[in-house]
């Protein structure tokens, strides 16, 4: 007595559904395998960047535009969050160029700023594309805005991050400049 030809149907298509549950568990495991160091380090760098200011960087600022001197607690900031991320012939040039470009102008026009998403891929082993949603509110204010900031970082064999580049975060800086 030969199995009904529905069974057989459904038992084919059972397997094939199987098979491609197996398949694609495969990939997803080949996928987590080879995820890379790099974007990682850079998701982190860009978080920290766009998001805050905190409580510890606010007091730091507050007492920069008090005293009107840099001081101890900044030179710690500074190499407690960017420091692990820049290569250290590149550092000195890096903290005057980008460190704190945007916290410091969120912290002057109390605003609040935070990564909605953040996307990043590399188009050769050294160079990173990312686009980074930051949504930004002023204190006081119900309405959320977002913008979008792009840009490119190159990294050395290290994974550290040797150069900004390409980078587009103006319309950020002025719409948190802007008085309302």
């Known amino acids: 007595m030969r199995p009904p ?14 098979f491609l549950l197996f398949y694609i568990s495969q990939q997803e495991r080949e996928s987590v395998k080879k995820k890379d160091p790099t974007i990682d380090m850079i998701q982190s760098f860009l978080t920290h960047e766009f998001t805050g200011p905190s409580e510890e960087l606010h007091d ?15 030179f710690d900031y500074y190499s407690k969050y960017y420091k692990p991320y820049v290569i250290e012939t590149n550092y000195p040039n ?9 916290l410091h102008v969120a912290h002057v026009g109390e605003y609040e700023m935070t990564v909605n ?9 050294h160079a990173y594309d990312f686009v980074v949603q930051v949504h930004y509110q002023q204190d006081g ?3 959320r805005e977002t913008a979008e900031v792009k840009g490119r970082i ?10 900004i580049r390409d ?10 400049q802007r008085s309302e």
């Open 141 to 143: 204010k119900t309405k």
């Open 94 to 102: 890096f903290i005057n160029s980008y460190a704190l470009t945007w």
């Open 167 to 176: 980078l587009n975060g103006d319309e950020l800086l002025e719409a948190m």
């Open 117 to 125: 998403d953040i996307q990043i891929h590399s188009e050769s082993d």
């Open 154 to 163: 190159n990294v050395n064999d290290e994974g550290k991050i040797a150069r």
């Open 60 to 74: 730091i600022l507050t007492e920069l535009h008090t005293t009107g001197q840099m001081n101890e607690r900044l």
């Open 5 to 18: 030809k529905k069974l057989i149907k459904i038992l084919i298509v059972l397997g094939a559904f199987a």
